[in-house]
C-alpha cells in the first residue's frame, strides 16, 4: 500500500511558476511509476506527466510540453512537478497518481494509488 500526499498548489499569476510535490509513504516510490494527473470542473482527469522507474523516461501532455518538468527525488521518496509559464487554462485541481509497473500510461483507470489533489489556480 502506498500513500500519497500532494503539496505545493496555490494562487498563482499567468506566467508564473510553482512547484508541485508529491511525497508516499508505506513503500517506496521509485518502485512505482508516477503520474501527475488534473481535473477543471467540468472536465474529465487527465494526465499531465509521468516518470517511469529506473530509466527515468518522461512523458508530457503536448499542452505543458517545454512549461513543465517532472521529476524524481528518490533519497526524499518524492516526485515533483515543476510548473513554468503558467496559464490560466492550468487550473485544476492536480494530482499524483502511482502504478506498480515500468509502464507510463495516460489512462487513469490504469493507477493505483491516489493522492488527495492540490488546488492550482492560475490568475489573467
Known amino acids: 500500500q502506498v500513500q500519497l500526499v500532494e503539496s505545493g498548489g496555490g494562487l498563482v499569476q499567468a506566467g508564473g511558476s510553482l512547484r508541485l510535490s508529491c511525497g508516499a509513504s508505506g513503500r517506496t516510490l521509485s518502485d512505482y511509476v508516477v503520474g501527475w494527473f488534473r481535473q477543471a470542473p467540468g472536465k474529465e482527469r487527465g494526465i499531465v506527466a509521468g516518470?517511469?522507474?529506473?530509466?527515468?523516461?518522461?512523458y508530457y501532455a503536448d499542452s505543458v510540453k517545454g512549461r513543465f518538468t517532472i521529476s524524481r527525488d528518490n533519497t526524499k521518496n518524492t516526485v515533483y512537478l515543476q510548473m513554468s509559464s503558467l496559464k490560466p487554462e492550468d487550473t485544476a485541481v492536480y494530482y499524483c497518481?502511482?502504478?506498480?509497473?515500468?509502464?507510463?500510461?495516460?489512462?487513469?483507470?490504469?493507477?493505483?494509488?491516489w493522492g488527495q489533489g492540490t488546488q492550482v489556480t492560475v490568475s489573467s
Open positions: 516518470i517511469s522507474r529506473g530509466d527515468g523516461y518522461t
Open positions: 497518481a502511482a502504478r506498480f509497473s515500468n509502464v507510463v500510461l495516460s489512462i487513469p483507470q490504469e493507477y493505483d494509488y
